[in-house]
């Protein structure tokens, strides 16, 4: 058997054409006949989720499949956007629209099937893992779309397979191969607001022989970002235009004077009666006269300054070639090479006197007899900024072959895969708190050069922006911003000496030896009994290391310390499939498929995962089909290596007045009364909720973690009525569980458990202030805790109608129903499952629907993307409420706001020009349809769902083929 054949191109081009724009419908494989009329058995194919290569393509497990053509049909640049607009696909893993967070992680793509966690989805390239990240995590925007030929989606757990990691399913790339020609690709867009430009250029060229072909694609692709102030709903605050001021901080750009205190400890307090005191417009902040109450519209309206979608830059190369040795032994090579950079942008930093008061001799003290300074000043001047690049080298190496005993023939083939992260972060915004010590440090002014200098004229400091050669530049954190004056922010010399460059750099290498192989042992009356097994060794190591301040807590960064550790695994499948029945009475096949993986890690020890499907053809036209599979998913070396880092964190204190705590038990013992008002930023009142602490929280890694385990179970039916060529339809049921899971726990969620659920056990970690009650100190580190449960349906339709004179159409609809989607915070016997379908992200409903019709050289394509209603946790009064009576599972008043449905409506227009070239013009979200105001900010920095819309977009493509 020679590899390069047509029928097995054939069968590939089949499993395309059974697939569907928007995934999932599966039609029957059928005997293909040759010009003279004589059938021709297809060439077997791997299809995702089996080693077994078979000639069907009809599987036991519900998988998608995405064309090139079909992605072509859309207006996305990145797989990632390809893919989220999956129904199965869940919320966003790090959405562009959390501006705040950070890590390692920050700036690239995932995907979270079924809501389970971007980490419990495993992606391959080519049936070969994508490298990782310390957490997991494999960024998409690795891959370039031009390499693409189709995606497949296996909405199943892999484990048995796989390995770790396929819980929720697996996203199976593979890439263009025997390409012949060349093709160059333009896209051109942009929202209706004239801002996030969207720009990707891409060439694709080939060239097969009689034993030989090689594939090169190249690509660029560049969005710019969206920045909040210039949304609705993002301009305002954190809960949309109707509540000005609402999240506004009192820590101003303004800068706020809040009084004195000398060194026996004793308090004066500032001249205005708030307690909040700024400055006049224009006047000497030295004076204590000039200064005023602090007013609502001088707050911090951070979202000024935030990015509301990231800024990403992509830069690709992958190169594709096989080479037939022999007849029967073939080489293949994949290389590929991508750099990313993403940028991020938040608000200058709230900086306080936590940090260090005014000194008593410093110039700009407005009351030095009275002592040292407190103050607050965001640092307006220097936005925080950080660029994140990711360089990526990934090189597969293989040999296939074919071997032949008697009439069965077996295919094998042994791999080399090496694929190498190497990240890079820069940032700048945050201020050296050395260097701020110094500025706001004894200072006085120096009549000879005529500004104020550090130090005092008897034992001066030399003025200069270079903190390391021991200069200084005083600093006025009472200069409101845009004031011009001695210690202005504005001053580029005072920025440099505060404001170092900070560079955190990571190393994540994945390696992978394997061997597989896989036929027929002998014939059963019902066909071939199938086998295939196989070996792997696979080594993971990952750094992180961040920068030296924010190691030494010498920023006003957040804390984080290096993530550093490897392991190693040795692992061994077998997978036999069993034909039992084949064209008898209500039995046109059945048959059975039984896989097992053993694998054996160095860090923790083994495990045994299996997995048992099935298939049964009544008759020609009908197919049901069911698994039961067992998953696990190993830690990661930031779970088991990683460092402690601190984060700013936003919650709701149950134990606050009007709140499900309230003067219960648990607070009550905490010594918290039922009149405490939860105290936030500045240690100001929280006047809405969730509201973020002034106090550092940590979080880090446990070595000591066990992996996850899983159960899913699958049974559907898919549907081929004769009596209507081309039309599909499938239903599939699903329940997924996971126990033990690696959680990382939320303040809420701990909160809640000690103080609403009165789980003593959870209370160990809280530390409050004895005079305000506020909470001061809480860890909530990784551990396996509790459990996650999701069970639902998915439901397509597919129609491919007949050609008519009107040209021809398909239409698609694909639906996900989410049953059930519970959590399980702990272990404990007496806490109870809490249920989330509804909240933003765990959609009820979601439905997509695709409609394409072609006449000659146009085509118009158009999908409609629905979700359903969402609901979350009511916020202070006077924001909306309308299930204000709602309780939760243990009974406790838990008010609801709940919102309506949102489709978002896309389209495109696309014709072939007589010089082979295709031109198209579309638009996502045509209607330009936005969703409601999110108060809880679901996968967002803002009030509004991060995986929603953000405007419309219109865009151009250009294709040329040569």
Known sequence: ???????????????????????????????????????????????????????????????????????????????????????????????????????????????????????????????????????????????????????????????????????????????????????????????????????????????????????LSAEYTKEDPVFARDRWFSAYGNSGPNFPFSGWSAISQNGVWLGNVDADGNFTAPTCSSGLCTVNAGQDPRNPANYHNLTPAERANANQQMMLQTGIERRSVLVSGTLDITDELKFTADVGYTNRTTDQQIAGYPFNYGFGLVSADSYFNPNPAAGDAYFYRRLWEVPRTTRSQLDTLRVSLGLEGVLNFGDKQWDWDVGYLSNRNTSNKYGRGDANTLATARAMGASYFNGATGRVECGTAANPIAYGSNYGNGECIPFNPFLPYGQAGQGSLSNPDLQTFLFPEYHDAGLTTTTIYSANIGGSLFSLPAGDLGIAFGIEHREEDGRFVPDAFNQGGLSTGLPATTTAGSYSLNEAYAEVEIPVLADVAFAKELTFNVATRYSDYSNFGDTLNSKFSMRWRPMEGLLFRATYAEGFRAPTINDLYGGIGGSFESYTDPCAAGQPGAGGPACTAAGVPATYVQLGQGNIPCTTLPCQTNFQFLSGSNPNLSPESSTSKTAGVVWSPKFVQGLDFTLDWFDVKIEDTIADDSVDLILGDCYVSNIPARCAGIVRDPNTHVIRNLFFGLTNLGAIRTEGYDFGVNYRAPETSFGKFNVNWQTTYTSKYDQLSDNSPETLWVGYVGSPGVFRIRSNLGLLWEMGDYAVSYTARYYSGMKESCASAPRPCSDAGHRDVYGAADPLNRVGANTFHDLQFSVKLPWNATAAIGANNITDHYGPIMFTQPNSSFPYYGGFDIGRVWYLKYQQRF
């Open 1 to 215: 058997m020679t590899f390069k054949t047509t029928r097995l191109r054939d069968a590939i081009t089949f499993a395309l054409a059974v697939g569907t724009a928007a995934g999932g419908s599966v039609a029957f494989a059928q005997d293909t006949t040759d010009t003279q009329g004589d059938a021709q058995q297809l060439d077997r194919i791997e299809v995702t989720g089996s080693r077994i290569r078979r000639a069907e393509v009809e599987t036991a497990q519900p998988i998608i499949t995405l064309s090139r053509d079909q992605i072509q049909n859309q207006g996305f640049t990145s797989v990632a956007d390809i893919l989220q607009n999956l129904t199965s696909a869940g919320s966003p893993a790090i959405s562009r629209a959390e501006a705040l967070a950070s890590g390692e992680n920050v700036g690239g793509y995932y995907i979270d099937l079924r809501n389970l966690g971007a980490a419990r989805t495993l992606v391959l390239v080519n049936g070969k893992r994508l490298g990782i990240t310390t957490s997991g995590l494999q960024d998409l925007s690795q891959i370039p779309v031009s390499a693409i030929q189709r995606i497949e989606v296996l909405k199943d757990g892999a484990s048995a397979i796989y390995g770790s990691d396929a819980i929720a399913g697996v996203v199976n790339v593979i890439t263009r191969r025997n390409f012949d020609g060349a093709e160059a690709n333009v896209y051109l867009g942009s929202f209706d607001e004239g801002d996030g430009f969207r720009q990707s250029y891409d060439v694709t060229l080939g060239a097969t022989g009689e034993r030989a072909s090689v594939t």
